[in-house]
C-alpha cells in the first residue's frame, strides 16, 4: 500500500452532506476486475452531462461546467471537504480508488460510514474527522473565492492552517502505522497466524457444526 | 459482571486476539463472494503468493451483472462482455483456489444474501462476512455479519480473521405488532425515517420487541438487511424457535445430534436481561402504515397516506438543502400527496425482497389484475433459483404473467442496475429493493422504496396507493 505522511494540498469543497459510495463511483464502472481505472468517473454523474459507460474516454464526454471538481481553481486539489455520512452506502471499494486515483488523499468531514472509512485507510487515503464548527469555516473560506491549501502531517496529526493555526485529530494507532510505513495489514496479521490456529481449533472444538463439510 | 448483549456474545466468541492498540482480531466462520468485489481480492492473494486460509469457509455465487433473461444459456447469455468476464474471472478464481461456487447455471445461484441463508450456508452465532454491504442480512440469525470491502475480501481469504474495533450497541425496540398489510419492509424504513442514514453509524443494532418477535426469518431478514440504510454495519435479531425450524433440515445446516448440539448452544444467543446497551429507540409498530421514500436517500420516507413535506419542515439548513437537491432530482413538489406519483416501472426484487413469502404478498395483491397502461415494465426477480422453482410450484408466476408482469431469473437486477435491468431518465420506479440514490437503478432514474405489496398495489394503480385498502376491496369492505 501507498505510504501516506505529510501532503500539501489544494482543498476541493463538496458541499452535500450523505453522498454515497453510488454518486462516488457509479455502478456501470464496478464491471472492470481491476483496481485501477476509475480516476476518470469519481463522481461521474455530477461530473458530466452525458451518461457514462467504462467505453468511453472523458474526451467523449460532456462536462458539467457547475460542478466543482471542473471549476479551474480546484484542479489539482488533494484534499476533499465533505460533509457529514461521507461515502455512506454500498460497501463498494471502488469508491476510495476513484478518489485516490484522481488524487484524494484526504477527506475531511464532520463525519464517515463505516465501511468507506475502513476501505479509505488500506489504500492510502486519510480520512479525517473534525468538528463541525471546523468544516463549516473552511467551506466559508472556499465560499470567499479565495483557495485553501492546507498540511496534513500524519505523524503529529495536525492539519495546518494558511495562517499557521494548526488543528489536531484523531487516529486509530494501528491504521496510523500501516498508513504512515504503507504496511500490508495481512503480514501484521499472519504474523499471529499461531494465534488464529490455536484459536480455530478450540473453535472447532466448541463448535464443530461450523466446520461441516459443505455440501 | 453486567450481562451481555448478544453482540457482545458474538463478538467474545470470535476474538482471537485483543491488541494493545485497541484493535482486536476476529475470527470468519462464513465468506460469501460475488463477482464484483473480490477479482481484486484473489489478484492480491496470487501476487503476494497467499492461500486462502480456509476454503470450506467460502462460497462464491454471480449475481450483480448476471442477466435476468435466457438464463438457460448461461454464459453465453451475458451480452455485455466486460461484465462477462467478471462473472467469468469468479468461475476462474474459485475454480484455482478450490471454492466452492454456485455458478451461473446451477440450480442454487442467486444473490448471495437470499442464497446463504436458504442452503443453511448461514447460521446462528456466525460471523459471517461478504463484499457486500447488504450482508447485515444474514444477522437475522442472531450472527455477527457485515459487509466488508475487497481489500477485508483479500484479508479473511488469507488469514480467516478481520481486523476491528468493537462498535457500540443500540437496541431498537418494536413495540405492538404490525398492521395487517404492513410489513418488515415498512418497519425498517420507518425506523430509518426516525434515526437517518447515519443514526446506526458505529453502533451494531439489535431489533428486538414483539414486533420483530412476530416476523418470519424471511421478514427479519428484510429488516436486517436494511441496518446499513441506517448507517449500522450489523443489524440482529436474537435466537428463537423460529430461527431454530428455518435453519432445520437445510442443505448445509448440522443434521442430527450434532443439530441437537448446535441448538443447545443457540439458544444462548440472546441479550442478557441486564444487559447494557449504549443507545435504546422504541418504535410503535402497531401504528405504522405503509411506507414510501420521496426522496434521494432511504430516510426520506413517509406513510402512504402522508405528503412529500414541506421545506421549512426540514431540521436544519442542511436537511433542507438535502431535500431541495432531492425533489429537484425526483422531479416532486412539496406537500404533494404520495398517491398522487404515477409510476413507469415496478421492480420486485433484491436481497432485500425476492424471497418466496415476498413473491407470494405480491401476488396475492396482483391475484385477478392487470399492471396499469401506464406503467412501461412490471418485472418480479426472484431471489435464487430455489425461489424461484418455489413460487412455480405454486403457480406464482401464472399469476404475475397473467397480469403483465414479467418473470425473470434470479440476480440483484434493477436494485442496482449493472445489468441491462434499468430505468430510464425521469422514470419514476416503485422498487422493493434498499437504496433510492440518485442514478441507482439507472441515470435518472427515480426510485422509491416499497413494500413487496406496496410494489404491486402500485403496478396495478399506476401510482402509489394504499394497499390495504386496495386489499379491503377485494374483501367488500373498506380500509
Redesign the interface.
Known sequence: MKAFTTLTGRVLPLDKANVDTDQIIPKQFLKSIRRTGFGDNLFDGWRYLDEGDPSKTPNERRINPDFVLNAPRYQGASILLARENFGCGSSREHAVWALEEYGLRVVLAPSFADIFFSNCFKNGVLPIVLEENIIDEMFEMLATGEGLELTVDLAEQVIRMPSGKTLSFEVDSFRKRCLLEGLDDIGVTLTDAGAIREFEAAHRQRAPWLFGDPG | MAGRTLYDKLWD??L??Q?D???A?I?I?RHLLHE??S??AF?GLRL?G?RP??V?AN?ATPD??VPTVKRSEGMAGIT?P??K??VE?LDDNCRDFGI?EFAILDPRQGIVHVVGPEQG?T?P??TVVC???HTSTHGAFAALA???????V??VL????L?Q?K?KNMRIVADGRLPPGVTAKDLALAIIGRIG??GG??YTLEFSGEAVRGLSMEGRMTLCNMA??A???SGMVAFDEVTLEYVRGR????KGA??E??AA?WRDLVSDPDAVFDAEIRIDASALEPQVTWGT?PEMVVGVSGVVPELDAAASA??R??WE?ALRYMGLEPGMRITDIGVDRVFIGSCTNSRIEDLRAAAAVVRGRRVAQSVLQAMVVPGSGPVKRQAEAEGLHEVFLAAGFEWRDPGCSMC???NADRLG?GEHCASTSN?N????QG??GRTHLVSPEMAAAAAVAGHFTDVRAMLAGDRGGLA
Not at chain 2, 457485515?146 to 477485508?152: L, V
Not at chain 2, 488469507?158 to 480473521?161: D, L, T
Request: with cysteine; charged share 20%; aromatic share 6%.
Open positions: 466468541a470470535h482471537v486476539k491488541r492498540d485497541g484493535t482480531l475470527y466462520d464484483v468485489t477479482p481484486q489478484e503476494a497467499r486460509w480456509r470450506d462460497i450483480h451483472n455485455d466486460i461484465a468476464i467478471q474471472t466452492l450456508a447460521l452465532g456466525m463484499g457486500d454491504s457485515h459487509g466488508i470491502g475487497t481489500s477485508e483479500e484479508h488469507a488469514s480467516q480473521c481486523i474495533r462498535a442514514t447515519a453509524t458505529g446499513i440504510e448507517g449500522a454495519r442443505p448445509f445446516a448440522p450434532l443439530f448440539q448446535a448452544a436517500s442542511g436537511q438543502q438535502g437537491s442496482l442496475a449493472m431518465a437504496r440514490f440518485e442514478g441507482r441515470h435518472g
